[in-house]
């Protein structure tokens, strides 16, 4: 009896097996479909990796090596200075802004950016028995005589700088489309160092170019084509008022053409400027308690970017915060970018998040307006798209990342990876309108 139940409970169970398949096999099309759909969808998924370059994938060349030109200067055995700003005014125009060029160790690679020469040849950040087996090499920063920025008769360091294409652009492809040769005698001054940060305000229809020179206490407006317009400060003099400056790092507008100029890494203000040039304030002083540092202290600070609600968010580095203020100087709020962080660059892309490069921690960061941490990418490295100093950053209107390695010489491109998730790709930031000229 056991067993002629236990015979039908099998043929029971078969039974709906092979309904089962039955249904399966009337219904196979739509099921394929979807599993063709699936398998679809999975294909253009990225295999492995670990995301080592955020959303994005690396551009190499870029920039292009730079050809001798008419003027006879040759560039065999010279290499990319420290790039101390870069700036996408279209995909097919970024300009960048590089203090000089430098000489590169004999046998050396053309065009090798410091941070990739071999270890053999570092004799500034010291031996290798103290360095990471992954650090950068040399360092491509430094001053016209000796390291310190205190000025004095130092010892030359055996690779001195030449000004050469310290402001230039190039095209989607890395190649030289202009060169201010006229613009070398800015910086080709005793204890001067090349610029600091190249920008353009995005109501300027006649898109002049700003450049801030830190170590000479400088700001220049010039046109488009590299005629000095206006400028603020005196030479080599530091100070703080309308006309004196103390390193000044940045600058950002309102769309009246209101602007702000950070100022820096000896001075402890933002000050606020109207749109003909006419200094109207300024606010700012010195920490009193390095490790309680209070609203509207500042230590270095390094750069400045505004919201569309006219917030001023400014990075006060050496602090490792962001400080945020009213267009008239009022403190709103501040955050911290983390304990080991250095905000060497901010910005705020054009669907409005704040983005920072942080120098501490050699990564790329992204917050919302209101200081939330968000979302960040990027390491310490000698490699391709490995950053020492990430100094500046910009974005073109196709979304390509470009960012300027201060200590590594060299410019990074990033190229938004097929289907790489929106959120943490970085939006453009405003930019200028076309000339209705």
Known sequence: MRAR???LIMLLVAAGILSSYALIGRSAPNLSAATGQAVAVK??????GQEEWGPYEVVSPFPQPLADGPDGVKHDGWTWGSVGAVYAETPDRIWIAQRGELPLPPGSKPWTPYAMLPWKDVDVIGPPSQQPPDAPGRKATGYDDGESASGGVEAKRGWERRYHHSIFAVDRNGKMIDWWPDAEKFFDVRRGRGPHSI????????KHIWIVDDELHMVYKFTHDGKLVQKWGELGVPGRDGNHFSRPTGIDWLPDGTFFISDGYVGTR???FDKNGKFLMDWGKKTVDRN?????EFSTVHAITISKDRRLFVSDRGNKRIQIFDENGKFLTMFSTGANSSPYYDLISGDQYL?????GTQRILKYDLNGHYLYGWGRYGPWLGGFYGPHAMTVDQ???LYVGDVFGGRVHKFRPKPNADPAKIMQPELKPQASTN
């Open 5 to 7: 139940n236990w015979s």
């Open 43 to 48: 294909a253009t998924q990225e295999i492995g």
């Open 199 to 206: 920008k353009m305000s995005p109501y300027d229809p006649e």
């Open 270 to 272: 933002v000050a606020k």
């Open 292 to 296: 309680n540092p209070g609203p509207n």
């Open 355 to 359: 983005w920072v490069a942080d120098g």
């Open 398 to 400: 196709d979304k390509n």
